[in-house]
């Protein structure tokens, strides 16, 4: 395959362009500690199905109709595993709780 400097110039500053972007997420990531105090942790909706063991329709009607405190980052949600503590604690009963609570005790150690 041939490419000519004009093409190969037009590639090569695309890529240029997508690695800065790339790189100023990646510095938002590394800078965390900055944002969140150090033993906050992070979940992800597979995460989160997984230790509520839900789906991912119910996990966004959470979001949505009853007040689940969520982080989104691109495309991608987060949730903070101290809002999840506080919202099983309010909209759940003492099973779920005590499973959710055993789940993200495990995740910490």
């Known amino acids: 395959m041939y490419l000519n400097n004009d093409d190969f110039e037009r590639w090569m500053e695309k890529l240029s362009k997508k690695l800065d972007v790339i790189g100023k997420d990646l510095k938002s990531f590394i800078n965390t500690n900055e944002a969140f105090d150090k033993e906050e942790k992070l979940l992800d909706n ?7 063991h839900i789906c ?3 996990l966004q009607r959470y979001r949505s109709e009853a007040g689940l405190p969520f982080l989104k980052y691109g495309q991608k949600i987060y949730y903070k595993v101290s809002d999840v503590r506080e919202f099983v604690r309010t909209h759940c009963d003492y099973w779920d709780r005590k ?10 150690d």
């Open 46 to 52: 597979q995460d989160l199905c997984f230790m509520l």
């Open 56 to 58: 991912k329709r119910t």
């Open 99 to 108: 499973a959710v609570e055993d789940a993200t005790k495990a995740m910490e």
